[in-house]
Protein backbone atom coordinates (compact mmCIF):
# COMPACT_ATOMS: atom_id res chain seq x y z
CA UNK A 1 0.00 0.00 0.00
CA UNK A 2 1.77 3.66 -1.18
CA UNK A 3 1.98 6.03 1.87
CA UNK A 4 4.34 8.30 0.33
CA UNK A 5 5.28 9.39 -2.65
CA UNK A 6 8.89 11.09 -3.79
CA UNK A 7 8.81 13.62 -6.69
CA UNK A 8 12.17 14.53 -9.14
CA UNK A 9 11.51 18.03 -10.70
CA UNK A 10 13.36 18.68 -13.50
CA UNK A 11 12.50 16.75 -16.47
CA UNK A 12 9.26 15.59 -14.36
CA UNK A 13 7.34 18.29 -13.28
CA UNK A 14 8.60 21.15 -15.59
CA UNK A 15 8.90 19.32 -19.07
CA UNK A 16 6.49 16.69 -18.95
CA UNK A 17 9.23 14.03 -19.27
CA UNK A 18 11.48 15.39 -22.09
CA UNK A 19 15.05 16.17 -21.09
CA UNK A 20 16.20 19.61 -20.44
CA UNK A 21 18.79 19.03 -22.94
CA UNK A 22 16.10 18.15 -25.49
CA UNK A 23 14.12 21.59 -24.64
CA UNK A 24 17.71 23.70 -24.87
CA UNK A 25 18.53 22.14 -28.31
CA UNK A 26 15.31 23.05 -29.57
CA UNK A 27 15.52 26.55 -28.62
CA UNK A 28 18.89 27.02 -29.57
CA UNK A 29 17.54 25.87 -33.54
CA UNK A 30 14.54 28.10 -32.61
CA UNK A 31 16.91 31.01 -32.20
CA UNK A 32 19.17 30.54 -35.17
CA UNK A 33 22.47 29.67 -32.78
CA UNK A 34 24.14 27.34 -35.32
CA UNK A 35 26.21 24.61 -33.60
CA UNK A 36 25.82 21.39 -33.82
CA UNK A 37 24.21 18.81 -32.07
CA UNK A 38 27.51 17.54 -30.80
CA UNK A 39 28.82 20.96 -30.00
CA UNK A 40 25.74 21.73 -27.99
CA UNK A 41 25.97 18.14 -26.29
CA UNK A 42 29.53 18.91 -24.60
CA UNK A 43 28.82 22.65 -23.64
CA UNK A 44 25.15 21.01 -21.88
CA UNK A 45 27.44 19.27 -19.96
CA UNK A 46 30.18 21.97 -19.38
CA UNK A 47 27.07 23.66 -18.09
CA UNK A 48 25.13 21.57 -15.90
CA UNK A 49 29.07 21.01 -14.04
CA UNK A 50 29.74 24.22 -13.84
CA UNK A 51 26.18 25.44 -11.63
CA UNK A 52 26.95 22.28 -9.82
CA UNK A 53 30.48 23.32 -8.53
CA UNK A 54 30.39 26.89 -8.52
CA UNK A 55 28.85 29.20 -6.62
CA UNK A 56 26.46 31.10 -9.50
CA UNK A 57 23.53 30.51 -8.79
CA UNK A 58 21.95 32.05 -5.53
CA UNK A 59 19.23 31.16 -3.41
CA UNK A 60 16.76 34.17 -4.69
CA UNK A 61 16.93 33.17 -8.18
CA UNK A 62 14.26 31.90 -9.94
CA UNK A 63 13.65 29.54 -12.83
CA UNK A 64 14.57 32.34 -15.20
CA UNK A 65 17.83 33.26 -13.87
CA UNK A 66 18.77 29.61 -13.55
CA UNK A 67 18.22 29.06 -17.42
CA UNK A 68 20.16 32.61 -17.99
CA UNK A 69 23.41 31.56 -16.12
CA UNK A 70 23.09 28.21 -17.52
CA UNK A 71 23.04 29.38 -21.36
CA UNK A 72 25.73 31.62 -20.52
CA UNK A 73 27.75 28.84 -19.31
CA UNK A 74 27.29 27.29 -22.54
CA UNK A 75 27.54 29.77 -25.05
CA UNK A 76 31.34 30.96 -23.00
CA UNK A 77 31.94 26.90 -23.56
CA UNK A 78 31.17 27.16 -27.06
CA UNK A 79 33.21 30.66 -27.86
CA UNK A 80 36.51 28.90 -26.04
CA UNK A 81 35.92 25.80 -28.52
CA UNK A 82 35.87 28.35 -31.61
CA UNK A 83 32.16 28.84 -32.29
CA UNK A 84 30.30 31.69 -33.28
CA UNK A 85 27.60 32.68 -31.15
CA UNK A 86 25.73 35.96 -30.82
CA UNK A 87 25.18 36.23 -27.03
CA UNK A 88 22.25 38.34 -27.51
CA UNK A 89 20.58 34.78 -28.26
CA UNK A 90 21.02 33.74 -24.33
CA UNK A 91 18.26 36.41 -23.19
CA UNK A 92 16.31 34.93 -26.28
CA UNK A 93 16.37 31.25 -25.05
CA UNK A 94 16.45 31.70 -21.64
CA UNK A 95 12.78 33.46 -21.94
CA UNK A 96 11.33 30.53 -24.24
CA UNK A 97 12.82 27.96 -22.24
CA UNK A 98 11.18 29.87 -18.91
CA UNK A 99 7.73 30.36 -20.80
CA UNK A 100 7.93 26.32 -21.88
CA UNK A 101 8.83 25.73 -17.97
CA UNK A 102 5.90 27.72 -16.56
CA UNK A 103 3.27 26.36 -18.66
CA UNK A 104 4.03 22.48 -18.10
CA UNK A 105 4.23 23.05 -14.26
CA UNK A 106 0.49 24.86 -14.23
CA UNK A 107 -0.51 21.65 -16.66
CA UNK A 108 1.03 19.38 -13.82
CA UNK A 109 -0.20 21.54 -10.47
CA UNK A 110 -3.68 20.10 -11.46
CA UNK A 111 -2.28 16.32 -10.49
CA UNK A 112 0.02 17.47 -7.44
CA UNK A 113 -3.39 19.38 -5.94
CA UNK A 114 -4.83 15.75 -6.36
CA UNK A 115 -1.71 13.75 -5.07
CA UNK A 116 -1.11 16.01 -2.35
CA UNK A 117 -4.85 14.89 -0.78
CA UNK A 118 -4.21 11.43 -0.60
CA UNK A 119 -0.48 11.34 0.07
CA UNK A 120 2.31 13.36 2.11
CA UNK A 121 4.81 14.43 -0.97
CA UNK A 122 8.51 15.09 -0.90
CA UNK A 123 10.82 16.36 -3.83
CA UNK A 124 14.10 15.00 -4.16
CA UNK A 125 16.26 17.03 -7.09
CA UNK A 126 19.62 17.53 -8.16
CA UNK A 127 19.28 21.07 -7.89
CA UNK A 128 21.35 24.42 -7.46
CA UNK A 129 20.48 25.83 -3.77
CA UNK A 130 17.29 27.61 -4.82
CA UNK A 131 14.81 25.08 -5.87
CA UNK A 132 12.31 26.56 -3.07
CA UNK A 133 12.60 30.04 -4.81
CA UNK A 134 11.61 28.40 -8.58
CA UNK A 135 8.90 26.46 -6.33
CA UNK A 136 6.94 29.57 -5.12
CA UNK A 137 7.48 31.74 -8.11
CA UNK A 138 5.91 28.60 -10.31
CA UNK A 139 3.10 28.73 -7.26
CA UNK A 140 3.50 24.54 -6.20
CA UNK A 141 5.68 25.04 -3.05
CA UNK A 142 3.07 24.45 -0.76
CA UNK A 143 2.18 20.91 -2.50
CA UNK A 144 5.10 19.32 -0.83
CA UNK A 145 5.91 18.49 2.95
CA UNK A 146 9.39 18.41 2.40
CA UNK A 147 12.09 19.20 0.18
CA UNK A 148 15.11 17.20 -0.34
CA UNK A 149 18.14 19.71 -2.60
CA UNK A 150 21.38 18.33 -3.55
CA UNK A 151 23.02 21.44 -3.20
CA UNK A 152 21.30 21.85 0.15
CA UNK A 153 22.04 18.66 1.51
CA UNK A 154 25.50 17.84 -0.18
CA UNK A 155 24.43 14.17 -2.19
CA UNK A 156 23.76 14.19 -5.42
CA UNK A 157 21.58 11.87 -8.05
CA UNK A 158 22.38 8.75 -8.64
CA UNK A 159 23.34 8.19 -5.12
CA UNK A 160 20.40 6.54 -3.49
CA UNK A 161 21.22 8.13 0.09
CA UNK A 162 19.44 11.06 -1.77
CA UNK A 163 16.30 9.36 -2.21
CA UNK A 164 16.65 7.42 1.57
CA UNK A 165 16.51 11.06 3.08
CA UNK A 166 13.35 11.88 1.94
CA UNK A 167 12.35 8.57 2.62
CA UNK A 168 13.41 9.23 6.01
CA UNK A 169 11.44 12.79 5.98
CA UNK A 170 7.94 10.68 5.44
CA UNK A 171 8.68 8.30 7.98
CA UNK A 172 7.99 5.47 5.90
CA UNK A 173 9.32 2.24 5.05
CA UNK A 174 10.82 2.45 0.96
CA UNK A 175 8.39 -0.34 0.10
CA UNK A 176 5.53 2.19 1.45
CA UNK A 177 7.32 4.98 -1.15
CA UNK A 178 6.59 5.58 -4.95
CA UNK A 179 9.65 7.37 -6.34
CA UNK A 180 8.63 8.91 -9.64
CA UNK A 181 11.08 10.45 -11.96
CA UNK A 182 12.26 11.00 -15.48
CA UNK A 183 15.90 9.47 -15.57
CA UNK A 184 16.07 5.71 -15.65
CA UNK A 185 19.64 5.80 -13.97
CA UNK A 186 19.32 9.08 -11.38
CA UNK A 187 15.67 8.06 -10.31
CA UNK A 188 14.49 4.33 -11.27
CA UNK A 189 17.49 2.46 -10.97
CA UNK A 190 18.72 4.58 -7.07
CA UNK A 191 14.55 3.86 -5.91
CA UNK A 192 15.16 0.22 -6.85
CA UNK A 193 18.12 0.27 -4.85
CA UNK A 194 16.30 1.15 -1.97
CA UNK A 195 13.39 -0.97 -2.11
CA UNK A 196 10.68 1.43 -3.78
CA UNK A 197 8.41 1.23 -6.20
CA UNK A 198 9.41 3.10 -9.27
CA UNK A 199 7.51 4.98 -11.71
CA UNK A 200 9.38 5.91 -14.83
CA UNK A 201 7.72 8.92 -16.88
CA UNK A 202 9.56 7.55 -20.09
CA UNK A 203 8.90 10.14 -22.69
CA UNK A 204 12.30 11.56 -24.72
CA UNK A 205 15.50 11.12 -22.54
CA UNK A 206 19.05 12.42 -23.74
CA UNK A 207 20.69 9.50 -23.96
CA UNK A 208 20.72 6.69 -26.20
CA UNK A 209 17.92 4.33 -25.55
CA UNK A 210 19.35 1.51 -27.00
CA UNK A 211 18.50 -0.95 -23.95
CA UNK A 212 14.47 0.63 -23.79
CA UNK A 213 13.31 -3.10 -23.21
CA UNK A 214 16.03 -3.49 -20.52
CA UNK A 215 14.50 -0.58 -18.49
CA UNK A 216 11.25 -0.66 -19.15
CA UNK A 217 11.38 -4.18 -16.93
CA UNK A 218 13.06 -2.60 -14.31
CA UNK A 219 10.45 0.49 -13.74
CA UNK A 220 6.83 -0.84 -11.70
CA UNK A 221 4.82 1.31 -14.31
CA UNK A 222 6.05 2.95 -17.08
CA UNK A 223 4.06 6.17 -17.99
CA UNK A 224 3.97 8.66 -20.90
CA UNK A 225 2.65 12.22 -19.48
CA UNK A 226 2.45 13.35 -15.54
CA UNK A 227 -1.08 13.62 -16.07
CA UNK A 228 -1.25 9.78 -15.54
CA UNK A 229 0.28 9.71 -12.18
CA UNK A 230 -2.79 9.28 -9.84
CA UNK A 231 -4.31 6.12 -12.11
CA UNK A 232 -0.60 4.71 -12.12
CA UNK A 233 0.13 4.70 -8.50
CA UNK A 234 -3.26 3.12 -7.84
CA UNK A 235 -2.22 0.50 -10.47
CA UNK A 236 0.74 -0.09 -7.71
CA UNK A 237 -1.54 -0.64 -5.08
Known sequence: ?????????????????????????ESYQHNQVNVDRDAFA???????????????????????DVLFLKVEQQFAFLKENGHQVNDAAIEAIANECNLFARTTVE??????????????LVMVSNFYGNIQNVLKDFGI????????????????????QIYKLGIDSLGFLPEECVVIGDSYSKDILPAK??????????????????DHEQK????????????????AIRSLD
Request: charged content about 15%; overall charge negative.
Open 216 to 231: VSVADVEITDFNQTPD
Open 107 to 120: KAAPVLAQLSQSYP
Open 141 to 160: AHYFQAVVESAVVGVRKPDP
Open 42 to 64: NAYKFGERALAIQPIIEPHHVFY
Open 1 to 25: MTKGILLDYGGTIDTNGLHWANVLW
Open 193 to 210: ALGCKALWLNVKGWEDAA
